[in-house]
């Protein structure tokens, strides 16, 4: 009998932990140029495949004010432009059932289009494809990361001429 109960209790705090995983989740976004990147010599690939946007959907952009990434250190800073900051609320799919989020923003010099995809496998995971359009030369440039993450952490995604910052934190009770 003791045996039945602990193993009962085992498989309750099981469930309990795969039910905090599978919740609802706030996630912020920053996407912001680096604007020291110029004095590269890299080389660039042009020929990048199609962005697959057909599923994707926006943002909702009411719910920055929660904001957790510093944005006012990126709009103060003469070494960065922050292109957008986005939030939104959503639960953690299981990654065939993902619907990407459409990140854009449109400057004077620059364009920034792409996808975020947030999923749950056995642990949590974000999918980053964001393509940079230079309006001036035409040259387009890709940042395509996967990344496992865990809430309540900042997440870098790099390249050398732009980059992202993702927040992610748990909705509700913690």
């Not at 103060?76 to 993902?98: E, F, K, M």
Request: with cysteine; net charge positive.
């Amino acid at each position: 009998m003791k045996r039945i109960l602990v193993f009962c209790l085992f498989l309750a705090s099981l469930l309990q932990v795969t039910a905090a995983v599978a919740g609802n989740y706030y996630i912020e976004l920053a996407v912001f140029i680096n604007n020291r990147a110029g004095a590269s010599s890299e080389i660039w690939n042009s020929e990048l495949p199609a962005l697959n946007t057909a599923r994707a959907v926006e943002p909702t952009r009411d719910s920055v004010s929660k904001g957790v990434i510093p944005v006012s250190r990126l709009r103060n800073s003469p070494d960065y432009t922050l292109l957008t900051h986005v939030s939104w609320g959503q639960s953690a799919p299981i990654r065939s059932n993902i619907t990407p989020r459409y990140i854009h923003a449109d400057t004077s010099s620059y364009r920034l289009s792409g996808t975020v995809s947030f999923y749950q496998a056995r642990f949590l995971f974000v999918d980053v494809d964001l393509r940079l359009e230079d309006k001036r030369s035409g040259q387009v440039y890709q940042l395509k990361q996967h990344k496992r993450v865990k809430p309540k952490e900042m997440h870098y995604f790099d390249h050398p001429l732009f980059g992202a910052i993702l927040y992610v934190q748990r909705s509700g009770k913690q």
